[in-house]
């Protein structure tokens, strides 16, 4: 069983919930306009990981034959078949039955709009076959979490979660770009479209660093539009943009070996250093 646990587990990458959960929970820190109860917490929380689960097993399942010869993945729990078709299956139906009835249970605008997110976590993995930008479709959804927990929280969509919703989409969308360079030649070879495969390498680095500075910029904003951000959060703001240069450092054109440490390493002190500032900023102000 705990063997099991563990493919499950490698199945959705559960690790690179560091990414978008500390996020999360800034976005609530910022929009919430009392303190949340334990309850609400919780759904949030529990929303965010059974979407995220959600999205993972729909890539899983739809990429599954091409996982399969790609090198990089061939190994992976469902592509080597440690994880069958019908437990990738069962996971998408209980997660998306889960993401819904929390949604319901934290209010009836989060139930109205839960289909949104499941179409888009549907269509991500399957942009790849029909558009050349299926990394925006990816920052689209992480764009709806500052917005979804507005609307769990607030019942409403403020100017603050949306300014914080374009910052992580396109942080998203642009390591997304260069996690996709490792499949560049694959992709090519496959027929499959992403940034990288229109735009060369180099177009494709060039593009990442542009969705990253619309990142910063959208933060900046959301600082000045504020009234409850201080200079903890400007600090904080310039150095996640330190990060970024640095995450972008490591990525050359003929020098990819660095990809996974920019990826992972780098995008996650980005996530848990966003959280730490406002939490700062929030006590302190």
């Known amino acids: 069983m705990l063997k099991k646990l563990k ?31 334990l309850k609400e917490l919780f759904l949030i929380v529990l929303a965010l990981v059974s979407a995220r ?34 437990e990738i299956k069962l996971i998408i139906f209980l997660s998306a039955l889960g993401f819904i009835i929390v949604c319901a249970l934290l209010n009836r605008l989060a139930l109205y709009l839960s289909p949104l997110v499941i179409i888009l976590l549907f269509l991500y993995p399957l942009a790849k076959r029909f558009i050349y930008y299926p990394h925006l479709i990816l920052g689209l959804v992480y764009f709806l979490i500052p917005v979804a927990v507005d609307v769990a929280l607030n019942e409403n969509i403020s100017i603050e979660a949306l300014i914080l919703g374009i910052g992580m989409g396109f942080w998203v969308s642009g ?12 992709d090519l070879k496959m027929g499959l479209k992403s940034i990288p495969v229109r735009f060369g390498i180099k177009g494709a680095l060039r593009m990442a660093r542009l969705f990253h500075l619309i990142t910063f910029l959208a933060l900046f904003c959301l600082g000045l539009l504020s009234k409850e951000l201080g200079w903890i959060y ?28 920019a990826f992972f ?7 848990i250093i ?10 302190f102000f």
């Open 7 to 37: 493919y499950y587990a490698d199945l959705i990458k559960f690790e690179h919930t560091i990414f978008a959960l500390p996020f999360a929970l800034a976005s609530l820190v910022i929009l919430m306009k009392k303190t949340p109860t």
């Open 234 to 261: 400007f600090l904080g703001l310039f150095l996640i943009s330190l990060f970024l240069v640095y995450e972008h450092s490591l990525i050359r054109e003929k020098d990819l070996s660095k990809i996974n440490k």
């Open 265 to 271: 390493t780098v995008n996650g002190f980005i996530s």
């Open 274 to 283: 966003f959280f730490i500032i406002i939490l700062l900023d929030k006590v």
């Open 53 to 86: 689960t959600l999205g993972m097993a729909f890539n899983r399942y739809l990429d599954k034959k091409f996982d399969a010869v790609n090198p990089r993945t061939m190994n992976w729990p469902h592509a080597s078949g440690l994880v069958k078709d019908g």
């Open 175 to 186: 390591f997304d770009i260069l996690y996709s360079l490792q499949d560049y030649e694959f």
